[in-house]
């Protein structure tokens, strides 16, 4: 049984920065991909970036490209989402995820989420 915890939401203001961290267990997650995904109220849920656990591929949307970064940390089986720059748009509930294989497709597994709320 995969289980995926989120930690590290919470407020700030807009041009600030927060950090999630993603905390896997109950597999060998060598050959997983791991993502980020996002809803915010009223919309669909999106993705946000997903990372190997080699971290040898990562990708991202377009809409946090250049604020959001991605990593994986194998000795922690915790995967992270640095985000800077936040603007009011960030704001969602966000949901950590794995699937087995590669970064693309369904994921399979999912956290609780997190809320992240960004102030203007």
């Known amino acids: 049984q995969v289980q995926l915890v989120e930690s590290g939401g919470g407020l700030v203001q807009a041009g600030g920065s927060l950090r999630l961290s993603c905390a896997a267990a109950?597999?060998?997650?060598?050959?997983?991909?791991m993502g980020w995904f996002r809803q915010a109220p009223g919309k669909e849920r999106e993705f946000v970036a997903a990372?190997?656990?080699?971290?040898?591929?990562?990708t991202y949307a377009d809409s946090v490209k250049g604020r959001f970064t991605i990593a994986s940390d194998n000795a922690k089986s915790t995967v992270y989402l640095q985000m800077n720059s936040l603007k009011p748009e960030d704001t969602a509930i966000y949901y950590c995820?794995?699937?087995?294989?590669?970064?693309?497709?369904?994921?399979?597994?999912w956290g609780q989420g997190t809320q992240v709320t960004v102030s203007s």
């Open positions: 109950g597999r060998t997650f060598s050959t997983y991909a």
């Open positions: 990372v190997t656990w080699s971290a040898r591929s990562t």
């Open positions: 995820a794995a699937r087995r294989g590669k970064i693309s497709g369904q994921y399979e597994y």
